[in-house]
């Protein structure tokens, strides 16, 4: 098992950005797949972007594709998630997760999860 916490969450305008961070403890980081995923109130958790292990190839969900950076430091075992020009509709909880295997888009693939922080655009 793998500790992830994730910080960098807050309250900007539209069309504003923030760079959220995840920091992983534990089992070993190496050969997992690291991924965000978000929640808004009432609806489903969604699958925001990952990123392999040896390559670093990345998957973007096409509402951020252009938008948000997922990226990865794994002598740090960190990855993070740049987003820029920010929406109201990208208003939730973040989370990043992680899993050793092949890249998933589906939330209940991951077995360790952070506790999530919040994201709030204004408009």
Do not use: H
Request: hydrophobic share 35%; glycine share 10%.
């Amino acid at each position: 098992q793998v500790q992830l916490v994730e910080s960098g969450g807050g309250l900007v305008q539209t069309g504003g950005s923030l760079r959220l961070s995840c920091a992983a403890s534990g089992r070993t980081f190496t050969n997992s797949i690291m991924a965000w995923f978000r929640q808004a109130p009432g609806k489903e958790r969604e699958f925001v972007a990952a990123i392999s292990w040896g390559t670093a190839r990345t998957y973007y969900a096409d509402s951020v594709k252009g938008r948000f950076t997922i990226s990865r430091d794994n002598a740090k075992k960190t990855v993070d998630l740049q987003m820029n020009s920010l929406k109201p509709e990208d208003t939730a909880t973040y989370y990043c997760a992680a899993r050793w295997g092949a890249t998933s888009y589906s939330g209940s693939a991951y077995s360790d999860w952070g506790q999530g922080t919040q994201v709030t655009v204004s408009s």
